[in-house]
């Protein structure tokens, strides 16, 4: 009877749970920072591998096809690493604050 009167006691101390799991602190989200995507390069836009960026094939970034006619110096349809070099991407646009609230002014 002591025997059980031992387990009883210590089975509710509140300060040895039973089967309760180690709680385990819950870690802060971290959020990477926006990367900006990638700079297109020759390699990455010369689908057919001829070392040049056809006017089709600038045309799958939009900031290259807009700038195409003015970056292909020699007019001969496509652009060579000389003339790629010189193309700027747009910028990525900078994130807007979100809007402030004014402060409430109080009733009269």
Do not use: C, R, W, Y
């Amino acid at each position: 009877m002591i025997a059980f009167l031992a387990i009883s006691a210590f089975a509710a101390d509140p300060a040895t749970p039973a089967s309760t799991p180690a709680a385990t602190p819950a870690k802060p989200a971290t959020t990477a920072p926006a990367t900006p995507a990638a700079a297109p390069t020759v390699a990455s836009l010369d689908t057919n591998k001829d070392g040049k960026v056809s006017k089709t094939e600038a045309d799958a970034n939009k900031d290259l096809a807009a700038q195409f006619t003015a970056l292909d110096v020699n007019k001969d349809g496509s652009l060579d690493a000389t003339e790629f070099s010189k193309f700027k991407p747009a910028a990525a646009p900078a994130a807007t604050p979100a809007p402030s609230t004014p402060p409430a002014t109080p009733a009269h």
